[in-house]
């Protein structure tokens, strides 16, 4: 088990505190030159400027020492931290969608859609990777497309969001796509990353550990937020995958996931591995909550403050695998957001698997006034 960088005591490599630099520095130019040097005193005035200036170097000194340490590092100090074993941030990737292009009338011959061509949506664009040919007889055609912009924001775009055509064609009648767009993350966090540095020496046995198999599945994606490893029998390895925010994963990432664990340098040779979207347990919610009557002149900003917690509260109960249903913690989210009592029907405690996460089903939230 991996020890807790947050539980470890915290390191300073010099003395950074202004007043105890200057202190220091006044008291031994008086020790040595036997003057006591008065408030306004130009020596005294000169020697204040030269601590100002041993403070900012000090704290630069201990800004470069901590970088040296797992966990303070950031940024590119970081990944220098992560070539010492071998391990890379992970990339952003991009977002893909499937496009149906169509032609106004069925041609003679083949059309071929370039690779290359571009639709938008707003301020995105989605290029084709691939050529696409329509065929004789036909007027449409089905390609890949990726976002052309790194990161989550060429996610989420439904179907028939994406129409505008940027690199228009001969016969071009309509371009749309046809399934929601995902795939895309961003670069890896400095703590995402910190956490798979930590875990990578996990990855040196061949002996198929658990952290081993949960260090290399994180590797697929950034995106990758938990991931569960269980053998239900001998020989036999479960990988269940969580995204970030509780969503569960698309089939390309299991593909990753499956591709990279499988590799002759990760799977001990007798490991049958497979990799499946987690288990969903739902749970509704249903509850009212009442505000104290002192609360009254308050009771607008404090609904709004409640409906922050119950939101907080489903992103908390999805976001880990394995994370029993608990209304305890809902009741306290509430509580803290500034209600006086809190009723709630649904959800009951609910124990959730280790390859399993609770997805909120229906949410009916009443608001019971003041008393």
Do not use: H
Not at 77 to 93: F, H, K, P, S
Not at 275 to 295: F, G, K, Q
Not at 348 to 369: E, F
């Amino acid at each position: 088990m991996s020890i807790s960088l947050s539980s470890l005591p915290s390191v300073t490599f010099c003395e950074t505190d202004s007043t105890t630099i200057e202190s220091s520095i006044i008291t031994t130019y008086e020790a040595i030159s036997g003057k006591t040097l008065a408030s306004g005193d130009p020596v005294r005035l000169f020697l204040l400027a030269i601590a100002s200036i041993i403070v900012q170097q000090r704290t630069l000194i201990n800004n470069a020492g901590k970088m040296n340490l797992l966990a303070y590092a950031t940024g590119s100090y970081l990944d220098q931290i992560g070539a010492l074993l071998n391990v890379e941030r992970t990339a952003a990737t991009y977002a893909t969608t499937t496009l149906k292009f169509t032609i106004s009338v069925a041609q003679t011959s083949v059309l071929t859609i370039a690779s290359g061509t571009r639709v938008s949506v707003g301020t995105l664009i989605f290029a084709t990777t691939e050529d696409a040919e329509i065929a004789i007889g036909d007027t449409t055609a089905m390609v890949i497309a990726q976002c052309t912009t790194a990161g989550t924001n060429g996610n989420g775009y439904l179907a028939g969001q994406i129409t505008q055509i940027v690199d228009t064609f001969t016969y071009f009648k309509a371009v749309t796509n046809t399934i929601t767009s995902s795939g895309g993350a961003d670069e890896e966090s400095d703590d995402d990353f910190r956490t798979r540095i930590q875990e990578a020496p996990e990855s040196f046995s061949v002996a198929g550990p658990t952290g081993a198999y949960e260090y290399w599945a994180k590797t697929a994606a950034s995106s990758i937020s938990d991931v569960a490893v269980v053998s239900p029998s001998a020989g036999t390895v479960d990988i269940r995958v969580l995204m970030s925010g509780g969503i569960l994963p698309t089939q390309t990432i299991l593909d990753s996931v499956l591709e990279i664990c499988s590799a002759d340098d990760v799977r001990p040779l007798t490991d049958n591995v497979t990799v499946t979207a987690p288990d969903t347990v739902s749970y509704d919610i249903n509850l009212t909550y009442y505000i104290d009557t002192d609360s009254s002149l308050l009771a607008s900003s404090i609904q709004s403050a409640v409906a922050t917690a119950i939101t907080t509260y489903t992103t908390w109960q999805s976001e880990v695998l394995g994370r029993d249903i608990n209304p305890s913690e809902l009741i306290f989210l509430i509580m803290a957001a500034g209600a006086k009592r809190v009723v709630v029907t649904s959800p009951v405690y609910t124990a959730v698997a280790a390859t399993s996460v609770a997805q909120l089903g229906t949410s009916t939230i009443t608001y019971g006034g003041v008393e």
